[in-house]
């Protein structure tokens, strides 16, 4: 029982790996979507000494105990959510930066070691786990028996448990 849930969990590594490009790439999007937030939300900072020269004593202002008008609160109110905002922005760009390396590490031990696979058994693997074709079908392609291919496949399956056991 423990064998074929090592066999499911090595089939579940090898769709991740070759779904892992497609995956990196969506997240340095999302990075890119995020990045052009913050340049928005800084760009719709108010810049309060461009304005704020002194109080004008011709105006009639009103002031609350802390000596600001309501104008003045309200501004730094929203410039404290902008801030905020930027600040989450910050934080999911770290927490994607961080799920790529997550990806790039859990993949290193199958993309190393699939370089010393035989090119047969790349086809299969790259047919089964990228493609996602079935047996019958790889077998066809590879002109082999549909047999020959399942064995082949746990044996390869097998060779990457024990890459695993390795590291």
Do not use: H
């Amino acid at each position: 029982m423990a064998r074929k849930k090592e066999l499911k969990e090595i089939e579940d590594k090898l769709y991740n790996y070759f779904s892992k490009d497609r995956k990196i790439a969506s997240l340095k999007f999302k990075i890119e979507v995020l990045e052009q937030q913050i340049e928005n939300i800084k760009k719709e900072k108010i810049d309060c000494t461009k304005w704020y020269s002194g109080i004008n004593w011709g105006d009639k202002i009103q002031t609350s105990p802390t000596n600001n008008s309501f104008a003045e609160t309200e501004i730094i109110r929203l410039e404290e959510r902008k801030e905020q905002r930027i600040s989450e922005c910050l934080q999911e760009i770290e927490d994607i930066k961080e799920t790529i390396d997550k990806i790039q590490k859990e993949n290193s031990i199958i993309d190393y070691n699939i370089k010393f696979l035989g090119k047969e058994e790349k086809q299969i693997i790259t047919y089964k786990y990228k493609d996602k074709w079935n047996e019958f079908k790889i077998a066809r392609e590879l002109y082999k028996d549909q047999s020959v291919i399942n064995k082949k496949r746990r044996k390869i399956l097998n060779d990457i448990i024990r890459w695993e056991e390795w590291f």
